[in-house]
């Protein structure tokens, strides 16, 4: 594959199988599917990622990773749900949109400094690129997103 064929793909890892696919980016909005188990790689829904998932879409993704860490007991995590199940569907497939509760990811929320939740962050190559506390509305969301992707 050439340097130029490369850059014009983005690994995309199957919500479904995990399997990483190669999608070309001008194809992302088209409705692609995992070349092994034809799922939709795009659902217009977070992802539920467990800590080895999480590891995996930081490292392996092309696309900027979202992620809402957040715990099932936490009040305004559940009112930022609604906004954060919306955003996905507006920005998807520019985007991943994933959730970690960080009541059963605890490693990797001492390891990140989780500290306060609901904490947004957004990753891109492998490294986190910026983070906010606590619930925002669509408009708020959109204008932090927007400044990062």
């Known amino acids: 594959m050439t340097a130029e064929a490369a850059v014009d793909q983005a690994r995309v890892i199957c919500p479904e199988c995990r399997t990483t696919n190669r999608v070309l980016r001008e194809r992302l909005a088209d409705g692609p599917t995992c070349g092994q188990c034809q799922a939709p790689l795009f659902s217009g829904h977070p992802l539920a990622l467990s800590e080895a998932e999480f590891t995996r879409h930081v490292a392996a993704s092309d696309l900027p990773l979202v992620v809402d860490f957040w715990a099932p007991w936490c009040g305004p995590c559940h009112a930022m749900a609604p906004v954060f199940e919306c955003m996905t569907r507006e920005i998807e497939p520019r985007a991943r ?18 500290r306060s939740i609901p904490t947004l962050a957004i990753y891109r190559h492998g490294r986190e690129v910026a983070r906010t506390a606590g619930a925002m509305d669509a408009a708020q969301f959109r204008n932090w997103i927007a400044r990062y992707l």
């Open 97 to 114: 949109f994933a959730k970690l509760n960080t009541d059963e990811a605890p490693g990797t929320a001492a390891e990140l400094g989780i």
